[in-house]
């Protein structure tokens, strides 16, 4: 999709809802890492706008995010540089996937998910010797990183493709409600 006015006006909103819907669930401990709250806006962006929009959205949300809420934090380990490279992902595959490709969501979404989750590993794994962290198999941080995040994963198989659809019916309905 082309980067116009209105995609960059509604790519900005999901990056402001991007760090607003988090701070919901930051009240209880560890529920953003389990539930992903910030994930859903991305990959929202990626399929409802393309892969630039939703790279825009994956790599800035999580950095803003940091700068305005202190969460996911930058120190004293950056998850907020290993979230910025997941959701970039995320945001570039599921644009690529659907819109380029015209994959089906579902099929998007899932392979979406596990290239989003192993980017993250990989920027994971390239961190440990900053922190003087042995190296661990990457199908072990990969393993980790969805074992963690299964509710969110859930939440996300039934979220994004209930809203893709929903989304995809209103706007065909009003387009074909103009002729």
Same mark, same amino acid.
């Given at each position: 999709?082309?980067?116009?006015?209105?995609?960059? &006006?509604?790519?900005?909103?999901?990056?402001?809802?991007?760090?607003?819907?988090?701070?919901?669930?930051?009240? $209880?401990?560890?529920?953003?890492? $389990?539930?992903? +709250?910030?994930?859903?806006?991305?990959?929202?962006?990626?399929?409802?706008?393309? +892969? !630039?929009?939703?790279? &825009?959205?994956?790599?800035? %949300?999580?950095?803003?995010?940091?700068?305005?809420?202190?969460?996911?934090?930058?120190a004293?380990? +950056?998850?907020? !540089?290993?979230? #910025?490279?997941?959701?970039?992902?995320?945001?570039?595959?599921?644009?690529?996937?659907? /819109?380029?490709?015209?994959?089906?969501?579902?099929?998007?979404? !899932?392979?979406?998910?596990?290239?989003?989750?192993?980017?993250?590993?990989?920027?994971?794994?390239?961190?440990? +010797?900053?922190?003087?962290?042995?190296?661990?198999?990457?199908? !072990?941080?990969?393993?980790? #990183?969805?074992?963690?995040?299964?509710?969110g994963?859930?939440?996300?198989?039934?979220?994004?493709?209930?809203?893709?659809?929903?989304?995809?019916?209103? %706007? /065909?309905?009003q387009?074909?409600s103009?002729?």
């Amino acid at each position: 999709m082309k980067m116009t006015l209105n995609v960059l &006006l509604r790519t900005s909103m999901m990056i402001a809802l991007g760090i607003a819907l988090p701070l919901a669930f930051h009240s $209880v401990p560890n529920a953003g890492r $389990v539930f992903l +709250p910030m994930h859903l806006p991305v990959l929202l962006t990626g399929f409802l706008f393309g +892969p !630039v929009s939703g790279v &825009l959205a994956g790599a800035v %949300t999580p950095l803003l995010s940091s700068v305005f809420t202190g969460m996911p934090p930058m120190a004293p380990i +950056p998850i907020a !540089v290993q979230m #910025s490279v997941e959701l970039a992902a995320f945001g570039l595959l599921a644009g690529l996937l659907y /819109h380029a490709l015209k994959m089906n969501i579902f099929v998007s979404l !899932v392979l979406t998910i596990a290239g989003g989750r192993l980017a993250y590993s990989i920027i994971t794994l390239a961190l440990f +010797p900053l922190f003087g962290l042995n190296s661990i198999p990457l199908s !072990v941080v990969f393993g980790a #990183s969805l074992v963690t995040a299964l509710p969110g994963l859930a939440l996300q198989v039934v979220a994004i493709p209930s809203i893709i659809l929903g989304v995809n019916k209103y %706007t /065909h309905h009003q387009i074909s409600s103009r002729f």
